[in-house]
């Protein structure tokens, strides 16, 4: 199995890039393929003492702040980024995987535009687990698309389910619908509406589709995977971040009030950051790109080598319980018609 | 000044309401009136030794499953709810402020057909103040509409920097859109939309417009107030109180994973208890329903007899601030024509 690793993506790229990437070849047994400026790879592959990865010249960056367009729409950075040539080399087979640290929105409309998603899937999904009860929950969507219909949400909790089958080890994913209260008749239209067709893919049998959740309900513990549009579903990712961050902030001015407070601290800390470290979203690797047909890994922007070492666990993983598969096989039962 | 208080509304009815009203009564300097079952409440009031607060009759109760509307269709809650009498008597003018801890939608949808919106507002919003900075930061909406035009948001915008101003004691509030990025462009046509209608009211020097704002950034302490359609700004809250919940699950594990780190956290108790109830949204008291012609504020449906005192000594400010009156002079730069 060979992973593509976009090279000059994030913002540690490419040093903690080719770091991860070092670390993974030395220990999944994965082959690798850096994308980027070859001299600058190749400095820090010298670096880590590393001279069996192979390095593919691409000359220019896609920026954080670039448009996403520019990755199909620019004439330079379509052509010659290392996302674009990276995502082109999984087009044409000449990889099994692509991890990308570089910029979502670009990442995204590359992929779709690119490499290109399986047919009848109407939208990629931004898919990452969070922590939560044993397996953790998956929050799809949270970004690729912020206005959805449905048959969005339909396709995202089937994707979801069989994601969270194989990769999270849930046996019968409970899906919830991300929504304003758990009665069956919460929500506008767009809810309701998508609440009929989960409802009746379970009675079909298909999915697992427990009912409304809110957004208490996402750290439960009771559903494996939540469905939402991706303005919504974003808006909860950096929520969530935002309150550990505040909460952590506010736990630090406990431990720091006086010197009682202080020296009760020191024996609780190594607990404290086992704590911390099991709800860091970038611990569980990457963010997979559903819907894609052929996977595409989004590794956090500010990944360090752990991170993207992670991330191609996860392409690895990915790529053996060949989920692609099962979303192609099942695309029939995926698509609403005028209801 | 009068404050009606529903006193059948809550998981917590009638005695935490009942005693919350007393302690009002005595500390506030506020009269008081109480709707509900006359004898159940009196009885309560007998309990708290309190005989100087009168008991308006109401047979019927909106129950926190009973569907929203019932308190404007149901020919018996409509007449004879504690919910409606209490609206009726604010409409009528026999109390200044109603306070309700019962269902959310019912008190929404009662106090938009019965006491009604301020002429020229097009939807009432409801907006609870979270913890963050110095003044804590407003969250409109939180519920109270699921879909929105860029007009209501603007409104919003408007409702939430008077009230910031006069009860938050924030001098400039500056007003950050939720969004899922910070950048100027980002988001839908709903939040470019928006985006430019406050970034245009900025430039007149009529609300402090500070730009998008992400879930990352609601608690950073660099936004006031919030500007939401209600499913996100529902969907933003409770994830809030579920990552609190979580984090706090967590946290107890670490404190009770063996007697070493009991002993340390015992030493941390008093400090962390009181971090934990500056977390805790109901200690604001309720959320103002601004929008409304008269003041309503909703208190929490597990309100205490604490929650309710803060409730009503909300109410009172709110009364005393006569925000109502700053929303109906300014409601001119409030209304979108064609645009």
Same mark, same amino acid.
């Given at each position: 199995?060979?992973?593509?690793?976009?090279?000059?993506?994030?913002?540690?790229?490419?040093?903690?890039?080719?770091?991860?990437?070092?670390?993974?070849?030395?220990?999944?047994?994965?082959?690798?393929?850096?994308?980027?400026?070859?001299?600058?790879?190749?400095?820090? !592959?010298?670096?880590?003492?590393?001279?069996?990865?192979?390095?593919?010249?691409?000359?220019?960056?896609?920026?954080?702040?670039?448009?996403?367009?520019?990755?199909?729409?620019?004439?330079?950075?379509?052509?010659?980024?290392?996302?674009?040539?990276?995502?082109?080399?999984?087009?044409?087979?000449?990889?099994?995987?692509?991890?990308?640290?570089?910029?979502?929105?670009?990442?995204?409309?590359?992929?779709?535009?690119?490499?290109?998603?399986?047919?009848?899937?109407?939208?990629?999904?931004?898919?990452?687990?969070?922590?939560?009860?044993?397996?953790?929950?998956? $929050?799809?969507?949270?970004?690729?698309?912020?206005?959805?219909?449905?048959?969005?949400?339909?396709?995202?909790?089937?994707?979801?389910?069989?994601?969270?089958?194989?990769?999270?080890?849930?046996?019968?994913?409970?899906?919830? $619908? !991300?929504?304003?209260?758990?009665?069956?008749?919460?929500?506008?239209?767009?809810?309701?509406?998508?609440?009929? $067709?989960?409802?009746?893919?379970?009675?079909?049998?298909?999915?697992?589709?427990?009912?409304?959740?809110?957004?208490?309900?996402?750290?439960?513990?009771?559903?494996?995977? *939540?469905?939402?549009?991706?303005?919504?579903?974003?808006?909860? !990712?950096?929520?969530?971040?935002?309150?550990?961050?505040?909460?952590?902030?506010? $736990?630090?001015?406990?431990?720091?009030?006086?010197?009682?407070?202080?020296?009760?601290?020191?024996?609780?800390?190594?607990?404290?950051?086992?704590?911390?470290?099991?709800?860091?979203?970038?611990?569980?690797?990457?963010?997979?790109? !559903?819907?894609?047909?052929?996977?595409?890994?989004?590794?956090?922007?500010?990944?360090?080598?752990?991170?993207?070492?992670?991330?191609?666990?996860?392409?690895?993983?990915?790529?053996?319980?060949?989920? *692609?598969?099962?979303?192609?096989?099942? *695309?029939?039962?995926?698509?609403?018609?005028?209801?």
């Amino acid at each position: 199995m060979k992973i593509i690793i976009d090279a000059m993506g994030g913002d540690n790229a490419p040093e903690e890039i080719v770091k991860g990437a070092v670390k993974a070849k030395r220990e999944l047994g994965v082959d690798i393929v850096l994308v980027g400026r070859k001299e600058d790879v190749e400095a820090c !592959l010298k670096n880590e003492s590393c001279s069996d990865i192979p390095v593919v010249d691409a000359r220019e960056v896609v920026a954080m702040d670039d448009n996403p367009v520019c990755i199909v729409r620019d004439k330079k950075k379509k052509s010659e980024s290392s996302m674009a040539v990276a995502l082109n080399m999984l087009k044409d087979g000449e990889g099994d995987a692509v991890v990308s640290a570089g910029s979502t929105g670009a990442l995204v409309t590359g992929a779709t535009f690119i490499v290109q998603r399986i047919k009848g899937i109407r939208r990629p999904a931004l898919s990452p687990v969070l922590p939560a009860g044993e397996h953790g929950v998956m $929050l799809i969507d949270c970004g690729a698309n912020d206005t959805c219909t449905a048959e969005y949400l339909l396709q995202f909790a089937y994707m979801g389910s069989f994601y969270a089958k194989k990769m999270m080890g849930c046996e019968n994913p409970r899906i919830g $619908l !991300l929504n304003i209260g758990t009665e069956d008749t919460k929500g506008g239209e767009l809810r309701q509406e998508t609440f009929a $067709l989960l409802k009746k893919a379970h009675e079909e049998g298909k999915i697992n589709f427990v009912g409304n959740a809110e957004g208490t309900g996402v750290f439960s513990g009771n559903y494996d995977v *939540i469905v939402s549009d991706g303005f919504t579903g974003n808006v909860l !990712l950096k929520t969530t971040e935002g309150v550990i961050k505040y909460i952590m902030t506010q $736990l630090k001015g406990v431990f720091f009030k006086n010197v009682k407070n202080k020296l009760a601290a020191a024996v609780l800390k190594k607990d404290l950051g086992i704590m911390k470290k099991s709800m860091d979203v970038n611990e569980v690797g990457g963010t997979a790109l !559903l819907g894609i047909s052929k996977p595409v890994i989004k590794a956090h922007g500010s990944s360090n080598a752990a991170c993207i070492f992670a991330a191609v666990r996860q392409a690895k993983a990915f790529v053996e319980c060949n989920i *692609i598969k099962d979303i192609e096989e099942n *695309i029939d039962n995926m698509k609403v018609g005028k209801i």
